[in-house]
């Protein structure tokens, strides 16, 4: 192609307004003929070629039409320790290029049922946190709107806390599967308010979650003190979504650096505006070092259920995931997954990185598990390439995306 008709390609996808950055709808003779969006054969086009969206599907300026879309956050001034999430959006885009469209050991079949397309990323403030939130809300009050479904490539764990805001405007409170190191419920980090440690404590606040289907998977490391998931076990309050949170940390900070919002605060927000569920919220893969020995304590006194990545080194977690479905119910859900869950071995590319993780294979029974959750929307947050230079973080975080893909209700299965 010409130097000339190269620059004139780059240019139409470039938008100067909209809340989209990035996206123009595209379309080619052979996916007009299709009902639905379908990722290209590597046989039909080679994997180098072709633009770098998500498993190189169309691409729009908004969610018309769609039933489910992959959008990015590059957002990386909420982070507590190494920088670089702003990186993580388009790093697992291009290692999306392996993907295929169907699931193999499930049968799942979603380009089958739903119209799925990259609606580009979320244009932030670089410069301003508080700012970046507001962009992010916005343009997922816009996203929800009709219902389109938003799979989130991140990006800091900061950017949960403003989708649970827009995700409660439409559904209510929702519950929460909050898959991660970390709890994130700090209520400040360096006197912060908003991070990527504070997104559930805020949540909360909000009445964002429905605490009684929150469950925290993966959550270990050293702590502050012994009640460090304490809090996160207190919220018992009934109303916004469910969430399942999986992560290193529990990300439920109250502030950091003496910032409401960070990404080690999304989730103690998110508790504070009422946004999730809190009986409907699990934290899974919780782990590291801690400041206390009541680190936990504040997820656990939400009435969050906490499973440390200690609970289940070794083990299968379809069982647990068995008893998620039944705590979560018939109830909007949200699904937040940080890939620091995952041990280090398998995504060392992170910034708050734990050992003792979870392997892929209990990342995939995660959100395997989570079929026939009314999922409301997802996230793969906190991929920072530049500590990963094979591109395996990406590569994972991509794969685990499209199994989200793959449980989001109306997926078609062809077997299974």
């Known amino acids: 192609m010409a130097v000339a008709a190269v620059r004139a390609v780059a240019t139409t996808l470039r938008r100067s307004s909209g809340f989209l950055e990035g996206s123009r709808s595209l379309s080619t003779s052979s996916a007009s003929q299709q009902k639905f969006n379908v990722p290209p054969s590597g046989n039909d086009l080679p994997r180098p070629g072709g633009i770098a969206s998500m498993m190189r599907l169309p691409v729009q300026n ?237 997820s656990r006194s939400q009435g969050f259920r906490v499973v440390q990545a200690e609970e289940v080194w070794y083990k299968s977690l379809a069982p647990l995931m068995e008893e998620v479905r039944a705590q979560m119910g018939d109830g909007p859900v949200y699904l937040s997954f940080d890939i620091d869950a995952l041990d280090p071995a398998y995504a060392p590319g992170t910034g708050t990185p734990e050992i003792g993780g979870l392997t892929s294979h209990q990342g995939l029974e995660i959100i395997r598990g989570c079929r026939g959750l009314n999922l409301v929307g997802g996230d793969l947050v906190e991929v920072s390439p530049a500590y990963d230079p094979s591109g395996n973080t990406a590569l994972t975080a991509a794969n685990l995306l499209f199994e989200m893909l793959c449980v989001l209700p109306g997926v078609q299965y062809r077997r299974g």
């Open 62 to 298: 908004d969610t018309q039409g769609l039933d489910a879309c992959f959008v990015g956050i590059p957002l990386d001034i909420g982070t507590s320790n190494r920088s670089g999430t702003r990186f993580g959006p388009r790093q697992i885009r291009t290692e999306s290029v392996m993907l295929r469209p169907y699931n193999n050991w499930t049968g799942a079949a979603p380009y089958d049922s739903l119209q799925v397309a990259d609606i580009g990323d979320v244009f932030l403030n670089m410069y301003d946190l508080k700012d970046a939130v507001k962009n992010i809300r916005d343009a997922y009050t816009k996203i929800v709107a009709n219902g389109c479904k938003p799979l989130t490539l991140g990006g800091d764990h900061t950017l949960t806390y403003p989708i649970l805001q827009a995700i409660k405007a439409k559904y209510g409170p929702v519950g929460l599967v909050h898959v991660d190191a970390h709890a994130d419920t700090n209520d400040k980090q360096l006197g912060e308010k908003i991070s990527h440690g504070t997104p559930f404590r805020r949540a909360v606040e909000e009445g964002l979650l429905d605490c009684q289907r929150v469950i925290q998977i993966g959550l270990r490391g050293t702590g502050y003190s012994d009640d460090d998931y304490g809090w996160s076990r207190q919220q018992d309050k009934h109303g916004p979504v469910g969430l399942v949170h999986v992560d290193a940390h529990a990300d439920t900070h109250d502030q950091m650096g003496n910032e409401k919002v960070a990404h080690g605060t999304p989730f103690y927000r998110a508790v504070d505006e009422g946004l999730l569920d809190c009986n409907r919220v699990i934290q899974i893969g919780l782990r590291g070092t801690g400041y206390t020995d009541y680190d936990y304590d504040w």
